[in-house]
């Protein structure tokens, strides 16, 4: 007994699976009490998850019934029941509904119909029908059906899929088990009490008996209606709402559910399964078709009308088999023939339904052109296949063809075309058939009423009846004017009898239901309007709608609406023309005589008497009492208003205004006074009160109305007063009432003024079409186009000025017509005037032959190729054309197919071309050209498939959004047979666009069709097409929800489906927040609103209650709904009426505004590596909105505040920029985490209109940065591109009170960002055509100059101040007068200087500069008295804490060590004041040293080179003014050096090398001078680590620095000055020796060292220096070191550049650009061994920027061409190396033919230069000097002298032969034969003897020798990599001691073998070669100096170099031996360098 309670001890878990029954019982009811208990989401139900199945396979039966009640609690209550779904179903039917216990049975089924209710329907439906299929047992196949029955009954066809049963039907009734026949048929029951007849076709394959005992069953159903009785989770609402109305027994009204509870209604074609009929077409079927005998063509289409009977086909092309029956049709003779191919389009159409739509305009009039046929069988034929195509068209579409039809010549066929028109209105409702098409229709349909033939007439009256039915009478009547009595009743008759599919006009249902679809719909149409693009539709307002408020509510009944336009002329009254006896009569019944004499009298005074007693007169007259048309009349006799009196005039004006003003003034007065007073607008003292008459005029009855009687009237008049005054007068009219004029009329009079002779006129109608623009828009234009350039440039100035704006709300209008008393104004249908419709169109399907069609289907591509451009041609030709265009659209799209790519681009194009010339009546095409444009998709061609994208843009934007591109399933079809790269492209494009896509546009069914395939794709094995899908998915699930979408992954296979649905989870929260509803109101308001519906603007918003402005930052905040920038994607602010989907709850956000995160970094990231857009842009994009949205969201920001940020209304955005300032001083560091976002943000308000978010936000942005500054905050350089650059084009706003806040703005910029980098903005914005925005940068500039001095200007002060300087030639005196103030700052700091820097400028430009220093030296300062504030200087703040620091201690700001950002502190002012003043460093040096910093503080990987978030861990204030003492600069031994410690120290991680390096170039020498020191140490002892090989541009930068400190310092002596050229050029040497390390400098770092070490280098000031000599030297060494020793590529580059610029400079030093030219030439020497390493691409690109700069040509006019000859040698050494394959590195060159490069090259390897051997030109080595280069065939190659040579060596040749200068011949002749080693001196020598010719031989020889002898005695010591021959140096003496000459010979040992240089020749006991202290040996490779400091050499070796054409030396070198003698002499007595 023990035992079998010993479980009572385990956990419940355990017992439910324990081994005895009983326990598993004792379990299954503890868990049963348990699951009664738990939460839906507990944790625990983890526990019990895995048990379900083996439950409910329980073996014991008592067991199994027990645990059924246990899983049915599970599955009820817990939240981990949707996971259990498909094993325990699967066990349901395995093992309990085939069980023999009932209970059992109806358990399984209760728990199966529970799992349906918690929404997995779809998988029990799945696994029910697997058991139905699969299971061998009949009662479980019974028990599945019945269980399916009974989930159909109670859960609807909504829940359970209808079409998956259906298939199942036959198969169960045909099974030999009874009991399964039995519940098939209760099923099939089932499934007729829902979808009744659409069953029908379904049972069309049972046995008759069958169908019997069905039907049979079918008829005791009666007319009973099913609803559904158990609902799902998500419809509890749905079952509320029915309990309520049974509670209410409200069972009168159960048939009018709303749209949620209705039954949906099946489409039997829907439950069909498709069939391919095009794979089972005969073979022969075309050629038949094309038989010449009938019979042959009546078999092939009696086999396609047996293939078309299918009632469902498979979607294909049937474009040919289409193609083919058109034909037939329109060509055949045979009737027979003819009548059977319209049926086969019959069943084609039928079986295709909305598929067919690609071919139904092609086929309508054919159709109706054969409806002429008398044989009754054509036309029967006719008219079925014509009402079968129509579903897959609109009434719309075919609205040309059935016009043209209408105007037929054939009776049959008008009458044939009325009737189908007819049943064409029965099918629409009075949505679909608008006014528009009323008014297209009806005109046509009354004059066939008219004809003579019966059936025409009765035809056209069926069909008006109809459209009277559909619409109602009120609606169509105004389309009805003047017709007879007799046809009016036959209209109405036919009305009667009509019958009607769609909805007809009716009074509205009272429900509030109906109430509430009425609101939905309301709020649609400006959803729908927000799709078109501005300025394509003017909406006409009106008097309730002009106003800045909603409309009044009517207190009682709602407001009807009344019909606008065509109907208000109906409606209106004309009043009666009176006769001139009844006008006497009248006049005389109201004035008196002398009144009515006088008017008419001669006397001026007697006519003014009388007007004054009528004013008095009729002013005491009731507005209903005036008798206005008499009393017009009567002031209209002569004179009238011609009056030469204008005092008289004035009078009639007034009255006229206040008979128009205050009396019942109608058209027929106005027309009698209308052109009197436009006559008098002329009239200079009556103007004024003309205009207000006519205005009075205009609103007493239409605009439209008396403005066309104006223009007409004015400009059939000569005075162009008249027509000047009447243009301007329509133009403010406009503006008054708002567009409420018909266009065209008035645009043709604008062109009619523009092109008038009077430039008064002229003017006044620009301004008309200015004013036009404002409301019409860029469609405008168009009308424009063909006028003269000129006008077209004054039009776009006009256009430029009401870009962006929007029209002004109208103030005046219409006098309102009261109804009855009581009773409220009526508000007025807005009408909508489509700028489109009003282009001039041309119609081109008469041009689009069959030929064309065939030629474009032809097989020869060059046929194809022909009839694509005659396509081309055709619409060049047109412009703007109608829709009709034949079956150009359907070959088209074949074509864009092609196999040929060039045409499939060529049919893109002409597909793009069509888009733009139909407009917006393109949408009626898409479906028939979007397969092909989705087809060409798939070409391999990148270029094809981008054509394509723009094609689909294209229609998109001018169908005004994707509506029509999801209909039929053609994106689906794509996706699911597309390869990769339609998928990914597609994709991708979905991407872009269905975000921005209205919702309630789109039909749900084909995007639902599409979400498989893109599930599908997010696992696809193309990398491309898994990115797309990704980012597709968030579009689809913005329409179909993620419920939906969740759905469709569940039914993927688990490893699908797990990756799937993360993804779908990872989306899910970037979906858009809905925007908080405003409060519902009371039901009869809503009801009230519901019916009116008046257009609101988008500027007008619910007023909110006062306490929302009050609440704190933390509360929430109002959400409206979405907008986008541009407005193109903005849906409509949520209706007041309607309800909210979400709870209260869900609505409010209460987390913070901005979320303080370290996400900003990775944003920073993201850019940099071009993951997101760049943030720069002219005019802000939708993907830019969409990006900082998502940014955002990805943030964390808080929805409601994102809600009012990108909101429509600005009012919103106030309140944002509100919300942000408030929260400013609380949650700093969040802004300051978020500044980016805030920043992108605050640039797209820039763009708004609206001053007063301009003012707020630049008011915010000023408390930010000032907030920020205070803390020390440095901004990023990824801020200020995103920012600056946009603040600048605010600059120039003309609103004073913008201006300055920018410019305060700017100010407190300089605190927080490096002015040196603030430089360059400013600069971009004096580019701007904006005068006022260049004045304002200007003056910007100015100030930065005064405040930082000229080191601030970027790239260079030359640069910026040239650029400067070009401003003072500008036309406006605003700009002038900036430009030269801002040089004048500049004088201010650096005196004469600027007008080196600013360059050449014109003797005007001069003068004003010159003139306007003197002006500003009165009240200045001398240059550098005062102290000049500098870029470096620090400001110290105070250290704030960091949220990271948990210990409460303060940590350091952050400062960047060269320390350049500047304050206005001060405090910090004063402190610069006290130091001594120094020279600024340049920005771009800054910004490396900043670099350097970070990375000394820890700043490593990937993080972006402007953050400066940790440099708060260092206070480098203290590093940089440490006191350091001054080093001793004696070259001490390393090892003895206090930083040896240091060094043993230095690895990659230590900071302190960093720090260093960025203290080189620190202004104060003693820091500079230890940081060199230091540096040179780590590079001796660690020279080979690759973690000092990545610092070696900022040691290099920090040379080139400090360099510049130094060459540019007037404070610092001389010696300082020297000393720190020494400690440089020593840092300088140790690094470029080694080679690993000098690789590594790049080239623009290379580019600034070299160009300032030769600027040293001609320094005048070492002249004076006693050991500046040594320094030149060290130059000399350190320039050849880099030009060996660099990056090759990297050098050459650098010095080519170099030379560029100092040939174009003005104030370059002809020796500084001989040492850059010499460098070149030492490069060229060694370009043979070179050539392997150098990148040619990169020269080749440096030489074309040069030869395009200066050409051949330039140097005509200069005094030098070496620089052109130098550039042309390095070509031409080029080619010889590399030969013809240098024309390969040509690529990367754009604009090639722009230089005469590639011409060059072309000429050298023609000349044959590469056919050379490399010898030829390559020096000798100096053992080979004697040698003569060889041809192959063993010939010397000998070199042609030019005439200057020729006359030198005749020279030399003469001394020779002279007795006393023989000797000096001889080494003159050695030098030459060195320096031409392949010139032929043979005929020199053919004209002397033999004795002459060994003597020279001899003379040659000895020279040799001697070289040879002076080199092995060590006299010469050339560097071991670099040996140079010959080259003299003059040395200079030194200052004389007695050192032992051995001590420096040692020395030179030790520091050679420090350098790594060899050794071997310094032992020599007769080395002259000298160690100085710079650690470099002196040789002859270096830069000689002459006594007087002037550089003339590099060295000799250069000058050996041949250059292109005939360079020869400026001067003969001379022998230097005896400079060499003395040099050795010295050092041998004591003399030494230092």
């Not at 209105?425 to 003579?452: G, H, Q, W």
């Not at 006769?579 to 008196?592: D, F, N, T, W």
């Not at 409060?1079 to 909110?1104: C, G, L, T, Y």
């Not at 011949?1865 to 030098?1871: F, R, S």
Request: glycine fraction near 4%; aromatic fraction near 6%; charged fraction near 25%.
């Amino acid at each position: 007994m023990d035992e079998d309670t010993e479980y009572l001890k385990l956990p419940i878990e355990d017992q439910c699976v324990h081994k005895l029954w009983k326990a598993r019982v004792h379990g299954y009811e503890a868990a049963l009490k348990l699951f009664g208990q738990w939460e839906e989401k507990s944790p625990e139900w983890n526990k019990y998850t895995f048990l379900m199945k083996k439950i409910v396979i329980d073996s014991n039966a008592v067991a199994q019934e027990k645990g059924l009640e246990t899983v049915l609690c599970f599955v009820e209550n817990s939240a981990q029941a949707s996971k259990t779904v498909g094993d325990v179903v699967s066990g349901l039917i395995a093992k309990c509904l085939g069980a023999p216990k009932a209970k059992t049975k109806d358990m399984a089924i209760q728990i199966a119909l529970m799992y349906v209710e918690i929404e997995k329907y779809e998988i029990v439906q799945e696994e029910i029908l697997k058991g139905i299929a699969t299971s061998k047992n009949p009662k479980v196949v019974a028990a599945c059906i019945a269980t399916l029955t009974q989930a159909l009954r109670e859960f609807g066809p909504k829940v359970i899929n209808i079409k998956l049963v259906l298939k199942q039907v036959p198969v169960l009734l045909e099974d030999r088990d009874k009991n399964v026949r039995e519940e098939g048929k209760k099923l099939v029951v089932e499934l007729y009490r829902w979808i009744g007849q659409a069953l029908k076709p379904q049972l069309s394959a049972l046995k008759p008996i069958q169908v019997t005992e069905l039907e049979a069953e079918f008829e005791k159903l009666g007319n009973e209606k099913p609803q559904q009785t158990r609902f799902l989770r998500s419809q509890q609402d749905l079952k509320a709402k029915m309990e309520a109305r049974m509670t209410e027994g409200n069972d009168a009204n159960e048939e009018e559910v709303d749209g949620a509870e209705a039954i949906p209604d099946i489409d039997p074609y829907e439950l069909l399964e498709p069939v391919d009929i095009l794979s089972q077409l005969p073979k022969d079927f075309y050629d038949k078709c094309e038989a010449k005998k009938w019979q042959e063509r009546k078999e092939a289409v009696d086999a396609v009308e047996q293939l078309v009977a299918n009632p469902k086909l498979q979607t294909g092309d049937y474009g040919d088999l289409v193609r083919a029956l058109k034909k037939i049709i329109a060509k055949d003779s045979n009737v027979m023939v003819i009548a059977v191919a319209g049926k086969c389009m019959t069943g084609l159409a039928n079986g295709l339904k909305k598929k067919f739509s690609p071919y139904a305009l092609a086929c309508i009039p054919t159709i109706l052109e054969k409806f002429k046929e008398k044989k009754q069988n054509v036309v029967t034929a006719m008219r079925e296949a014509i009402d079968a195509i129509y579903p897959s068209t609109t009434i719309e579409a075919i609205q040309e063809d059935v016009l043209a039809g209408l105007e037929n010549k054939n009776p049959s066929v008008k009458a044939e075309t009325a009737a189908f028109l007819g049943r064409c209105f029965s099918k629409c409702n009075a949505t679909v058939l608008n006014k528009k098409l009323l008014k297209a229709y009806c005109p046509a349909l009354i004059k066939t009423l008219n004809e003579s033939d019966p059936g025409v007439r009765d035809s056209s009256a069926e069909a008006l009846g109809t459209a009277m039915k559909v619409v109602g009478e009120k609606v169509i009547m105004p389309f009805l004017p003047d017709l007879e009595a007799m046809k009016m009743a036959k209209i109405k008759e036919c009305c009667e009898k009509a019958v009607v599919c769609g909805k007809s006009s009716g009074p509205a249902k009272p429900k509030a239901a109906v109430v509430a679809n009425d609101v939905k719909e309301t709020t649609a149409k400006p959803a729908e309007a927000a799709q078109k693009k501005p300025g394509a539709v003017i909406k006409k307002p009106t008097p309730a709608a002009s106003g800045s408020g909603p409309p009044k509510k009517t207190a009682g009944k709602p407001l009807a609406k009344k019909p606008a336009g065509a109907g208000a002329k109906v409606e209106e009254k004309l009043e009666k023309e009176l006769s001139p006896e009844e006008v006497e009569e009248k006049a005389a019944a109201i004035l008196p005589p002398e009144v009515i004499t006088g008017i008419t009298d001669a006397n001026w005074k007697t006519r003014l008497g009388a007007m004054e007693s009528l004013m008095q007169t009729i002013q005491t007259l009731d507005r209903v009492d005036i008798p206005t048309q008499v009393l017009v009349r009567t002031l209209c006799k002569k004179p009238g208003l011609k009056d030469n009196n204008f005092q008289v005039t004035k009078l009639k004006l007034e009255a006229v205004k206040y008979l128009a003003e205050k009396s019942d003034f109608s058209k027929r007065s106005a027309e009698y006074v209308i052109n009197d007073v436009v006559d008098k607008l002329s009239d200079a003292k009556n103007g004024s009160i003309t205009t207000e008459a006519l205005t009075a005029i205009a609103e007493a009855t239409a605009l439209d109305f008396v403005a066309n009687q104006v223009t007409d009237f004015a400009m059939g008049q000569k005075n162009p007063k008249v027509q000047a005054e009447a243009l301007i007068w329509l133009s403010n009219a406009i503006k008054e009432f708002g567009f409420v004029v018909q266009p065209k009329p008035i645009i043709e009079t604008a062109k009619k003024g523009i092109s008038a002779t009077n430039p008064a006129v002229r003017t006044a109608a620009i301004t008309l079409v200015g004013t036009l623009f404002l409301y019409m828009g860029p469609p405008l234009r168009t009308f424009f186009d063909g006028e003269k350039p000129a006008l077209l440039q004054q039009l776009n100035t006009e256009f430029d000025k009401y870009s962006g704006q929007t029209p002004p709300a109208p103030t005046r209008g219409a006098a309102p017509k009261k109804q009855a008393e009581g009773e409220e104004e009526e508000s007025q249908e807005v009408e909508e005037v489509n700028v489109v419709d009003l282009i001039p169109r041309t119609d081109i399907s008469g041009s689009i032959t069959e030929t064309i069609i065939t030629e474009l289907n032809d097989k020869n591509w060059k046929v194809r190729n022909e009839a694509l451009q005659k396509v081309t041609t055709i619409l060049n030709d047109a412009k703007f054309i109608t829709p009709q265009l034949g079956e150009l659209p359907t070959a088209l799209s074949a074509r864009m197919s092609d196999s040929n790519t060039n045409l499939v681009q060529q049919a893109l194009t002409i597909g793009q071309a069509l888009a733009v010339a139909m407009g917006p009546n393109c949408r009626q095409h898409v479906r028939i050209l979007l397969p092909g444009f989705l087809q060409a998709l798939s070409v391999n061609k990148p270029t094809v498939r981008a054509t394509a994208i723009t094609c689909l843009n294209t229609w998109v934007e001018q169908c005004n959004g994707m509506k029509e591109f999801f209909e039929g399933e053609v994106i689906a079809d794509a996706l699911k047979a597309g390869n990769p790269f339609v998928k990914a492209d597609l994709l991708t494009w979905l991407a872009e666009k269905l975000p921005n896509v209205n919702a309630k546009v789109l039909n749900k069914d084909d995007l639902t069709a599409c979400v498989p395939h893109l599930l599908a794709a997010i696992e696809d094995r193309t990398a491309d097409v898994r990115k797309a899908a990704q980012d597709a998915t968030l579009g689809f699930m913005i329409h179909l929800g993620y419920e939906s979408m969740s759905r469709h992954a569940s039914k993927l296979k688990p490893a699908s489906k797990s990756i799937v649905q993360a993804h779908l989870d990872k989306v899910r929260p970037n979906l858009p927040t809905k925007p908080v509803a405003a409060a519902a109101p009371p039901p009869a308001q809503a009801a009230a609103k519901a019916k009116v519906v008046v257009p609101q603007s988008s500027k007008e918003i619910p007023k909110e209650d006062e306490d929302s402005g009050k609440a704190p930052a933390g509360k929430v905040l109002r959400a409206p709904s979405k907008s986008k920038i541009g407005g193109t994607a903005a849906s409509a602010a949520a209706a007041p009426g309607a309800k909210s989907s979400r709870k209260k709850d869900d609505d409010v956000d209460t987390s913070p505004l901005l979320p303080l995160n370290n996400l900003k970094t990775q944003r920073v990231n993201d850019e940099v590596k071009l993951r997101v857009l760049k943030w720069n842009f002219a005019v802000p994009r939708d993907e830019f909105v969409d990006q900082l949205k998502e940014q955002m969201n990805v943030a964390g920001v808080n929805k409601s505040l994102m809600t009012n940020m990108f909101h429509m209304d600005f009012k919103f955005h106030l309140k944002a920029i509100e919300a942000l300032n408030e929260d400013l001083n609380s949650n700093l560091e969040s802004q300051k985490a978020n500044l980016d976002l805030v920043l992108k943000w605050m640039t797209l308000r820039f763009f708004d209109t609206n001053p007063s978010v301009l003012l707020k936000g630049l008011e915010y942005l000023q408390s930010v940065f000032s907030m920020l500054a205070q803390e020390g905050y440095h901004m990023l350089d990824s801020e200020a591109s995103s920012f600056i650059p946009y603040l600048i084009t605010k600059v120039g706003d003309p609103k004073d009170a913008v201006k300055n806040s920018v410019h305060g703005i700017f100010k407190t910029l300089w605190r927080i960002y490096p002015a040196s980098k603030l430089f360059p903005y400013a600069m971009e914005g004096i580019k701007t055509k904006n005068a006022r925005q260049r004045t304002e940068c200007l003056e910007e500039l100015g100030s930065l100059i005064e405040e930082f001095g000229i080191a601030v200007c970027q790239p260079s002060p030359s640069v910026a101040l040239k650029e400067v300087a070009k401003q003072i030639a500008d036309r406006d005196n605003a700009v002038r007068s900036a430009a030269l103030n801002c040089i004048v700052h500049a004088y201010c700091q650096e005196g004469e200087k600027v007008y080196k820097l600013i360059g050449q400028l014109s003797e005007k430009d001069m003068s004003l500069l010159e003139e306007r220093i003197k002006r500003s030296a009165k009240n200045r300062p001398p240059p550098g008295a005062g102290p000049v504030k500098t870029a470096q200087t620090p400001t110290p703040n105070p250290a704030p804490t960091s949220p990271d620091n948990r210990s409460g201690v303060p940590l350091r700001s952050a400062r960047p060590a060269s320390a350049y950002y500047a304050s206005d502190n001060k405090n910090t002012r004063a402190e610069v004041a006290e130091r001594p003043q120094v020279r600024p460093i340049s920005g771009v040096f800054a910004l490396e040293l900043e670099q350097t910093v970070q990375k000394a503080a820890g700043l490593r990987g990937n993080i972006d080179s402007s953050i400066h978030i940790d440099l708060v861990q260092v206070n480098f204030d203290d590093i940089l003014n440490e006191a350091v003492p001054m080093p001793r600069y004696k070259r001490a031994a390393i090892g003895t050096s206090h930083t040896v410690d240091q060094l043993g120290k230095t690895n990659s991680s230590d900071p302190t090398l960093d720090i260093n390096i960025s203290q080189i170039a620190h202004p104060s020498l003693n820091v500079s001078l230890n940081a060199v020191q230091y540096v040179e140490n780590v590079i001796n002892k660690s020279a080979d680590e690759s973690w000092l090989e990545t610092r070696v541009d900022q040691i290099l930068i920090g040379c080139t620095m400090q360099l510049r400190l130094l060459y540019q310092s007037q404070d610092r002596s001389l010696k300082d000055v020297i000393q720190g050229y020494k400690a440089l050029l020593r840092l300088l040497m140790a690094l470029f020796v080694q080679s690993n390390l000098a690789q590594r400098g790049s080239r623009d770092v290379l580019r600034d060292l070299a160009h300032l070490s030769l600027h040293v280098m001609l320094d005048s000031r070492l002249e004076t220096a006693d050991d500046a000599d040594q320094v030149v030297r060290a130059l000399n060494v350190l320039v050849l070191k880099m030009v060996e020793k660099s990056d090759h590529t990297a050098m050459t580059s650098a010095l080519l550049r170099l030379l560029h610029d100092a040939v174009g400079s003005d104030n370059s030093n002809s020796k500084y650009i001989e040492l850059v030219m010499k460098c070149l030439w030492r490069i060229v020497r060694n370009l043979s061994d070179w050539i392997n390493t150098i990148n040619i691409s990169t020269i080749l690109v440096d030489l074309h920027t040069f030869l395009k700069t200066y050409p051949s040509s330039v140097w005509k006019d200069r005094q030098s061409d070496t620089p052109i000859r130098t550039i042309k040698t390095i070509i031409h050494t080029l080619v010889r190396l590399q030969g013809d394959a240098i024309l390969s590195n040509l690529g990367t060159i754009d604009n090639l033919k722009d230089s005469e490069l590639e011409p060059y090259l072309q000429k050298l390897l023609k000349s044959g230069v590469s056919k050379e051997k490399d010898a030829a030109n390559k020096l000798p080595p100096s053992d080979q000097l004697s040698s003569v280069p060889e041809k192959k065939d063993g010939s010397s190659k000998v070199r042609r002298l030019s005439k200057s040579t020729q006359e030198t060596l005749t020279a030399i040749f003469r001394k020779i032969g002279s007795k006393e200068l023989s000797q000096e011949g001889l080494a003159q002749l050695y030098e030459f034969k060195q320096r031409y080693p392949d010139a032929d001196i043979e005929p020199f020598l053919s004209r002397s003897s033999d004795f002459f010719k060994n003597y020279i031989e001899r003379g040659l020889k000895f020279m040799e020798e001697k070289k040879r002898k002076e080199l092995a005695d060590g006299l010469l010591t050339p560097d071991n990599n670099n040996p140079v021959e010959g080259s003299p140096v003059q040395q200079s003496s030194g200052s004389e001691s007695g050192v032992n000459p051995d001590a420096y010979r040692e020395r030179l040992k030790k520091l050679r073998a420090l350098a790594g240089l060899e050794t071997s020749h310094v032992a020599s006991s007769n080395s002259s070669s000298t160690m100085n202290q710079f650690g470099y040996s002196s040789s002859s490779s270096s830069i000689t100096v002459t006594q007087t400091r002037t550089v003339s050499t590099i060295s000799a070796d250069f000058e050996n170099v041949p250059l292109v054409p005939n360079v020869t030396s400026s001067s003969s070198a001379t022998s230097g031996i005896e400079d060499y003698r003395r040099r050795l002499e010295m050092l041998k007595s004591g003399g030494h360098l230092s």
